[in-house]
């Protein structure tokens, strides 16, 4: 049910695209009226996103007023939630600079992690005056699989440790994340042999570990050929044979390897796969992003 | 001795480039060692390694260089730091603490720390040259600041004291500490949990000692990290992102006062497509492939009138970086 799911994970090995195709994606989600936010959360800002929605507004009106893209920056989040709890600043300030809270912070096990998924839930679940959803969807675009799966393993651990009314919060936090109606799991993958490895043993962890299954996978950066047909598959097979093309053999060397990679992707885990081509770099990047977006139809299909 | 340290961000094929790096240096008869801090573990795909501490890789060479891998183990790191520098009552409550327990299983926190501290302890075995394959996120330079932190932490005043005395505390009201000193710890205390703060402060009170003379291993490894004749950094990027990528870390470095060696940017499409008449689906093919050949080559040339640092390129392999053998053109191309 990728299409109510409040929050879709877009979440795979680092480098694989996972800040573009969740831009990408929120961006149709936006063009077709629905009211979108794409969370970032890596912890350098200045390296998480590689692409501008620069030109947005003059390309596609319907898509800039209803798309929301922010970065939460985990430390920041814990900053304010000392602020919260402060009215008087000054007191605030002190915590936030004392060298205690800087280092327990720092070392604590879970607890940035922690109130980042209660923020993620927040902004999920919050709804205006006339009880109308802020957004229909959240798309957080996760860290690599090591940081995401600790983040979700350090926030359910950390339950141990809370006490009084954030236990209760804790608890409510940990079956809202383990509901399938709230969360969709999209992995992104290359067709490389290593981000395949981890995309599957991703997959796994997040089904017996969290109960989450993933919705449809994105195969991203692959050639044409990954998403052709068998006789076209088979038409560049020979024209390869019959040329002396490095640059030819090359693509359609890559292009049948993928074809068996995505398959076996498609088997193993159940879901429906949909490739993304590789695609230049065009006159912009919101030009770029929609291109993308156009291959990305059966994600809420 | 030299320290290699490998640098950039995630899925741009910084292990492969490391290892193959060490591959080199092995073929021309030395003794040399790659560490990978990497979580996914992908060294043990490229070398097929089977873990635990630094194993030889079976390498035939004329020369009579060694190559030796090893995957960062955290935990197995710190309990050795922990068992070397702690009397034994005390090393086991640490070990024991279940504080200990999240603190070996955190990626976050105890990664950064405990490659440095490797790279301390594999110093002493007599390796010509260390390659550091660093973690694949962009917490990369992370791994260069932890040891500060965790110093601070260490000594800090508030948590010697704190520590120490919180028990007592409770019993007096809080009356033996300033009260500028209990107001903010009663807050801090509130706002993160009674329960996390005061298992975190047991757990740094028993650790105290041993922090301490982390902070002072680590300090010489930075110092040495830091030194021109021994260490230098470089930065794996791919086309796509190099300029971004080099614009980042070469100011990052800077600030820190590190070694900027050499870019090299991988997975290039380097061949031209033949002028020959194609039609059909090869011809699509061709044309996407030289749609983006062109863009790798304009990535090229815009990392290159940004930087006076030597820039090398790397061709996109089609077989994937499996086995030694696959290191070996790899190996062949750095310079």
């Not at chain 2, 992370?142 to 948590?159: C, D, R, T």
Request: hydrophobic letters at 45%; aromatic letters at 6%; proline letters at 5%.
């Amino acid at each position: 049910m990728t299409a109510q799911s409040r929050i879709q994970i877009a979440c795979g090995k680092g480098g694989v695209g996972k800040t573009t195709l969740a831009l990408a994606l929120g961006m149709r989600h936006a063009a077709a009226g629905r009211k979108v936010v794409v969370v970032t959360s890596h912890p350098l800002p200045e390296l998480a996103v590689s692409v501008s929605l620069e030109g947005l507004a003059q390309r596609s009106p319907t898509a800039a007023r209803n798309l929301f893209v922010v970065h939460l920056d985990p430390r920041a989040l814990l900053a304010e939630v000392v602020e919260a709890n402060f009215p008087v600043p000054i007191l605030a300030r002190a915590v936030l600079q004392s060298d205690i809270y800087k280092n327990l912070v720092e070392v604590a096990p879970g607890l940035k992690e922690f109130y980042f998924l209660a923020r993620l839930q927040l902004l999920a679940e919050r709804k205006s005056k006339q009880n109308l959803p802020d957004y229909e969807i959240l798309l957080w675009d996760a860290p690599a699989t090591g940081h995401f799966l600790s983040t979700l393993r350090a926030a359910r651990d950390f339950e141990a440790y809370l006490t009084g009314p954030l236990a209760g919060a804790g608890a409510d936090m940990k079956r809202f994340f383990s509901n399938a109606e709230n969360v969709a799991v999209l992995p992104i993958t290359t067709l490389e042999e290593m981000a395949m490895e981890e995309t599957l043993d991703l997959c796994r962890s997040m089904r017996s570990e969290f109960n989450l299954r993933a919705s449809s996978v994105l195969l991203n950066l692959v050639s044409p050929l990954a998403g052709a047909s068998p006789e076209r598959a088979e038409e560049a097979r020979r024209a390869a044979e019959s040329s002396s093309d490095p640059a030819l053999h090359f693509a359609v060397e890559r292009g049948v390897t993928e074809r068996e990679r995505a398959e076996s992707i498609r088997k193993s885990l159940d879901a429906p796969v949909i490739p993304v081509p590789r695609t230049r770099r065009g006159s912009s990047d919101v030009e770029l992003l929609e291109r993308i977006g156009s291959f990305l139809e059966g994600v809420w299909g | 001795m030299r320290l290699t340290v490998f640098l950039g961000t995630g899925g741009v094929g910084k292990t492969s480039v490391a290892a193959a790096t060490a591959l080199k240096e092995a073929m021309s008869g030395r003794k040399c060692l790659v560490l990978t801090i990497d979580p996914a573990r992908r060294l043990q795909t490229a070398l097929r390694l089977e873990g635990g501490g630094p194993e030889r890789v079976p390498l035939v060479t004329s020369s009579g260089g060694e190559l030796w891998a090893e995957m960062l183990d955290v935990r197995a790191t710190l309990t050795e730091a922990v068992q070397l520098h702690t009397k034994p009552d005390l090393a086991e409550r640490i070990l024991k603490h279940p504080i200990f327990e999240s603190i070996a299983n955190s990626l976050g926190g105890m990664q950064e720390l405990m490659a440095i501290e490797r790279i301390d302890q594999l110093m002493r075995r007599g390796f010509d040259n260390i390659v550091v394959d660093t973690a694949p996120s962009r917490h990369a330079l992370e791994f260069l600041e932890k040891p500060e932190y965790f110093a601070q932490l260490a000594g800090s005043h508030w948590v010697k004291l704190v520590g120490r005395t919180y028990k007592f505390v409770e019993k007096t009201g809080m009356l033996s500490l300033g009260r500028k000193t209990v107001d903010v710890y009663a807050r801090v205390e509130e706002i993160l949990g009674a329960n996390l703060v005061r298992q975190v402060l047991d757990f740094y009170s028993l650790f105290v000692g041993n922090a301490e003379g982390y902070s002072q291993r680590a300090e010489h490894t930075l110092k040495l990290l830091r030194d021109p004749a021994i260490s230098d950094f470089r930065v794996v990027t791919t086309p796509q992102k190099a300029l971004r990528d080099a614009q980042y870390f070469s100011r990052e470095l800077q600030q820190r006062r590190f070694t900027l060696g050499a870019y090299y940017v991988n997975r290039v499409w380097e061949t031209a497509p033949l002028p020959e008449r194609t039609e059909g689906i090869a011809r699509e093919l061709l044309d996407w492939y030289g749609d983006i050949r062109e863009s790798h080559l304009q990535a090229i040339a815009s990392l290159q009138a940004f930087t006076a640092s030597p820039v090398h390129l790397l061709p996109e392999l089609v077989q994937d970086v499996g086995g030694l053998e696959t290191l070996q053109p790899l190996a062949a191309r750095l310079p």
